[in-house]
Nanobody, 117 residues
Framework: QVQLVESGGGLVQPEGSLRLSCAAS????????VAWYRQAPGKQRNLVAS???????TYADSVKGQFTISRDNTKDTVYLQMNILKPEDTAVYYC???????????WGQGTQVTVSS
């Protein structure tokens, strides 16, 4: 059974930092593209960053230079380091994985990030 467990969200002041983690189980992690999405209240869910099985990375323009995605295949975990956070980064952040062979996708439960003073 595939499971994705996200952690690291919370309340942070503007200009602060958070690191999100998404730990996977039940899969061969190296065969998956992993990504972070976010959904703000009343808005659609959008891609934040993704990292392929070969390590190539894509960022949304809005987070380039601010967020860093990484993966540790020895721990079956993907991270999102978020720096210089702004109120507009407030959202529920979701981890998603996609099998490079079957294209099957799995989503995490989401973790709330709130940026506020």
């Amino acid at each position: 059974q595939v499971q994705l467990v996200e952690s690291g969200g919370g309340l942070v002041q503007p200009e602060g930092s958070l690191r999100l983690s998404c730990a996977a189980s039940g899969i061969t992690f190296t065969y998956y593209v992993v990504a972070w999405y976010r959904q703000a209240p009343g808005k659609q869910r959008n891609l934040v960053a993704s990292i392929n099985s070969d390590g190539s990375i894509t960022y949304a323009d809005s987070v380039k230079g601010q967020f860093t995605i990484s993966r540790d295949n020895t721990k079956d975990t993907v991270y999102l380091q978020m720096n210089i956070l702004k109120p507009e980064d407030t959202a529920v952040y979701y981890c998603k994985i996609r099998d490079i062979w079957s294209a099957r996708e799995y989503w995490g439960q989401g973790t709330q990030v709130t940026v506020s003073s």
